[in-house]
């Protein structure tokens, strides 16, 4: 009996456990989803060059908020095509002349923007 | 990620935040081992199987009907038939809906399908109707073979079947295109129909990998079979205790999260700038990676099994073949979390697709009109979900361990037999979590 009783103790204490951090879970992401205030940002400029098949700088994260401008400036060494997935904005690249793409990045989420040609990925694009 | 070029998966998930990740580490790793100390300590799962309630009788009559049957394997048909339409005839570009009625509406939609009613590729399979039909027309018994199915053989197809689909989704080049999807799909076909002529019919059972698949997710569902073959309602934890020990089965399991971790590492910066500075064709460290990951998710399992084997006083190499149904819900809840906004939003747009097989501008469906709708989907939502799943899938892997411990274990050492099960749970848990966070 003392036994079953203290067992209902332990399993009472750590269903409060599980439900305080969830508790603390769910404001966490309540504050991420808070929308940007739109157009307080500047435009985010991000400029990529390509060369002998390298990407630089080298393809890691790009985060942006929610609503802001994004304009990405690619210069590649051999024509090809740049590509924002999700967004689906393309620019096609002259060999040495930089192209820009311009965008208002609406919708939350990560995004690759890559070259179709050579298929190398530029960054990944994190819009929060 | 998915085959790109060809724009699916367009947009993927927000990495989760950094609190949700660690609350539900923490959960996982709390909730384990309160549960090695509260829980039963009589084996009690999968014997109730015998005695759960029957589907009220219309259900039960439906289930058995031969012409629902036939209506079932009849619409497989149909559906196969309409997919290959777009995948022999119609043109090879982003337009056509073929790769993504194969990688998400079938690959990602049969996990819903069979969690709800267990395992409905069996039943839909166009490849063991095919075999029966041409049973039937030369009147022949559509479970005899040319020879038995060998005892030793269990779920190892399924399991290279299941390899080999996971590399063409994740690794193959031009995986989005119409010859690869044909010459792969084309390849399956021809072995899994010269498995049936070889075995009988029964060779799809275990070595299917799409049926061996939908069986393991559809062991979760809470309608099933018991032993007489009755339709009953079930506790989806007696449905997969229910899960018998075969050849292959680890593999396949393993293979099923290793995999679908791989992807995830596959999408990191690090692992995008190593393929690409690496100078070589991106399918050598796809195929590298693939290997060495599903082998470390296999090495761990077989570690961690070994151990709890000796440590619970278990028959030796019984441990690892009678715990793998354990680690299906965890691979499970990890499919759900890493595929659920894929299958909401790159779905619509392929059964939008789908109405224009031939992309000739027609709309056969009258779904050519849908736009992609995310519908409730904040980020954080999502990120909620994918930790409730995993977490909801690491307990239920833990308490089948546990319950199948105390059968495989003596009363003395069952405790201390499951701490390496735990640990390895709480491993492949918070390896989910923190790839969902930082890939």
New interface residues.
């Given amino acids: 009996m003392k036994r079953f009783a203290a067992r209902i103790r332990s399993l009472a204490a750590a269903t409060l456990l599980g439900a305080a951090l969830l508790g603390s879970a769910a404001c966490g992401g309540t504050d991420a989803a808070a929308p940007a205030p739109a157009g307080a940002q500047q435009a985010k400029e991000i400029a990529v060059t390509i060369k002998d098949r390298k990407v630089t700088p080298p393809p890691g994260r790009i985060e942006v908020a929610k609503g802001q401008t994004v304009r990405i400036t690619v210069t590649s060494d051999v024509a090809d095509q740049a590509h924002v997935h999700g967004y689906d904005k393309a620019a096609d690249l002259r060999p040495g002349t930089p192209a820009t793409v311009e965008f208002v990045a609406g919708q939350t989420g990560l995004f690759e923007v890559e070259t179709h040609e050579q298929e190398l990925q530029l960054f990944q694009l994190v819009v929060r | ?1 998915l085959p ?2 060809h ?1 699916i ?7 989760i ?1 950094f ?2 990740a660690l ?2 580490a ?2 996982a790793l ?2 384990s081992f ?1 549960g090695l ?2 829980l039963w300590t009589e084996p009690r799962l999968a014997g109730a199987l015998r005695y759960a309630r029957p589907v009220a009788r219309w259900l039960q009559d439906l289930g058995g009907a031969p012409a629902w049957r036939w209506s079932v394997r009849i619409a497989g048909l149909l559906g196969a038939a309409y997919f290959c339409l777009g995948l022999l005839f119609g043109p090879d570009r982003a337009a056509n809906p073929t790769a993504g009625v194969l990688y998400v509406l079938f690959w990602v939609g049969l996990i819903p399908l069979s969690l709800l009613f267990g395992p409905v590729w069996r039943a839909l399979n166009p490849l063991r109707t095919l075999h029966l039909l041409a049973c039937a027309a030369l009147r022949r018994d559509p479970r005899r073979g040319v020879r038995p199915l060998p005892e030793g053989l269990g779920y190892r197809p399924a399991a290279a079947g299941l390899f080999a689909f996971t590399w063409l989704e994740l690794v193959a080049p031009e995986r989005a295109t119409l010859p690869v999807i044909g010459a792969w799909l084309a390849a399956y076909s021809v072995a899994m129909l010269a498995g049936a002529v070889l075995f009988g019919s029964g060779w799809f059972d275990k070595g299917d990998a799409f049926e061996a698949y939908s069986d393991l997710i559809g062991r979760l569902a809470p309608i099933g079979r018991n032993p007489d073959g009755t339709l009953t309602w079930r506790n989806p934890l007696d449905g997969m205790a229910g899960l018998a020990p075969a050849p292959g089965l680890t593999g396949l399991v393993v293979v099923l999260l290793g995999s679908t971790m791989y992807d995830s590492v596959s999408n990191a ?1 690090f692992w ?2 190593f393929v ?2 690496s ?1 070589t064709p ?1 399918v050598i460290p796809g195929t590298t990676g693939l290997v060495v990951v599903i082998a470390a998710v296999l090495a761990a399992y077989l570690g961690a099994t070994a151990l709890a084997g000796r440590w619970g006083g278990a028959a030796p190499g019984r441990t690892a073949g009678e715990l793998a149904h354990s680690i299906v819900p965890i691979a499970v809840g990890y499919l759900v979390a890493h595929y659920f906004t894929l299958l909401v939003l790159e779905g619509q747009r392929t059964v939008s697709l789908l109405s224009d097989p031939l992309v000739i501008g027609a709309d056969w469906l009258g779904t050519g009109g849908w736009t992609v709708s ?1 519908a409730g989907l ?4 999502v ?2 979900f994918q ?1 409730t799943v995993i977490v909801v899938g690491h307990v239920m892997g833990t308490v089948l361990a546990h319950d199948r411990a105390l059968a495989l274990f003596p009363r003395r050492t069952a405790v201390p037999g499951q701490i390496p099960l735990l640990l390895l749970m709480v491993a492949y848990t918070v390896t989910g979590l923190l790839l969902l966070f930082a890939a």
């Avoid at chain 2, 998966?9 to 990495?15: A, I, K, M, V, Y």
């Avoid at chain 2, 904040?378 to 939502?381: D, F, R, T």
């Fill in positions: 990620m790109l070029a724009g998966g367009g947009r993927q998930d927000l990495p935040p609190a949700a609350t539900g923490v959960l709390v909730l309160a100390g509260m910066p995008v700038r690409q500075e100078g991106a995310a904040s980020p954080a939502a990120a909620m930790v």
